[in-house]
């Protein structure tokens, strides 16, 4: 490994998990500094995002994959600090927000290379390290999977959540049409701001009004994190021949749909997951996502959204912001003095 002037320690402070459940079982730690193995880049966090998904690993409901790294963090921003072997040295001291496999809420942390992006110009650290998850879900799910085109007609679950936020920017930057659930009128109106039609699914037959303002048509996408009984409901809004994309199961894993009407509407049901994906395919929607959040910020198409900014000690504080229910955008943990 080669590193920058900049000294590693040997040892850093990183959060981890004692027991699978509640907060109290976070706890920063004393740990060694890893070292960049091939294709790799050690980087000095300066931020790192927090995600659903953390909260529900914490849990013990989402085991990390059997080859990544076992402790809390998807995404962080920070500057390369040292290189591993195959890494040119013209990476050293560049800064960059990064898609980790785990461990992001530390000090350091080894990335592959290919999955850091360059920073969008006038960003600090802490809304660069809100974008990388986020955006690479939606991109996946939305573009590669969608097929999203100007003009389409696009419902979004959970609009206001760090994933709906990046959803609703992404289709208006395509020039899509989008349609969100929401929990409450905050909720309503900070999506509304974005550009999208709600629904407030708590007290609306959503899928009737959409269809109702698609004049009977549906939609052409769904992006569902919530599943369980919301997929029948999304083939009755789906227009024909269109898809439901599956990213989580807030709802519950299981559902009873009608098939009949997926057969009449010639409909599409798949789902995603980025986190097990292999390292070409991540290094291959980062390179895509890299160039497209440098233009959606140079064009003021994107706006970072970050709600809560905590320091990496109250990580367990960061976490019950998140499952209070009441978060809007994104929570980042912030590592030292950057801002
Ligand atoms: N497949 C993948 O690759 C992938 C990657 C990243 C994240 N995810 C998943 O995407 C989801 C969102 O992640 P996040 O970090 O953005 O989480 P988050 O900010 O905590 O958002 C969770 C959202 O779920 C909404 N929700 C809960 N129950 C709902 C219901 N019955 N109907 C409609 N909306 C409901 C909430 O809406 P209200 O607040 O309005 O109630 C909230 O906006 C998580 O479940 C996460 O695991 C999947």
Redesign the pocket.
């Known amino acids: 490994m080669t590193d920058l002037n900049h000294a590693v320690p040997a040892t850093m402070q990183g959060v981890v998990v004692l027991e699978p459940g509640g907060v109290e079982q976070l706890k920063l730690v004393d740990l060694p500094t890893p070292p960049p193995g091939r294709g790799e880049v050690l980087i000095r966090v300066h931020a790192a995002g927090v995600?659903?998904?953390d909260?529900?690993q914490r849990l013990g409901l989402?085991p990390p994959p059997p080859d990544a790294n076992p402790r809390l963090g998807l995404e962080v921003a920070g500057d390369i600090v040292a290189v591993g072997e195959g890494v040119g040295q013209e990476r050293l001291g560049n800064a960059v927000m990064a898609l980790c496999n785990g461990g992001g809420y530390s000090e350091y942390v080894v990335v592959p290379a290919a999955q850091c992006m360059s920073v969008p110009p006038g960003l600090t650290m802490v809304q660069a390290a809100s974008l990388p998850?986020?955006y690479l879900?939606v991109w996946?799910?939305l573009v590669w999977t969608g097929g999203l085109k100007a003009g389409a007609k696009v419902l979004v679950?959970?609009?206001?959540?760090?994933?709906?936020t990046a959803a609703i920017q992404l289709c208006k930057r395509f020039g899509a049409e989008v349609f969100v659930?929401?929990?409450?009128p905050a909720?309503a109106s900070y999506c509304e701001a974005l550009g999208a039609k709600t629904y407030h699914?708590k007290t609306e037959v959503w899928e009737d009004r959409i269809l109702a303002d698609t004049e009977g048509v549906g939609v052409d996408l769904v992006l569902d994190?919530?599943a369980g009984d919301?997929l029948d409901r999304d083939l009755k809004c789906v227009a024909d021949q269109g898809k439901i994309i599956v990213?989580?199961?807030?709802?519950g894993r299981f559902a009873k749909i009608d098939g009949a009407r997926l057969m009449a509407k010639r409909a599409e049901l798949t789902g995603?997951?980025?986190?097990p994906r292999s390292a070409q395919f991540k290094a291959r929607l980062c390179a895509e996502v890299e160039q497209d959040l440098a233009a959606g910020f140079a064009s003021g198409h994107y706006k970072p959204l970050v709600e809560a900014v905590y320091p990496l000690q109250q990580v367990a504080r960061a976490h019950t912001r998140?499952e209070s229910?009441e978060?809007f955008g994104?929570i980042v943990l912030k590592i030292g003095e950057s801002e």
């Open positions: 995600n659903r998904p909260v529900l989402y998850e986020v879900t996946q799910n679950h959970g609009g206001s959540s760090g994933i709906g659930t929401v929990g409450g909720k699914y994190m919530v919301y990213i989580a199961l807030l709802g995603n997951t980025l986190r998140m229910g978060s994104k």
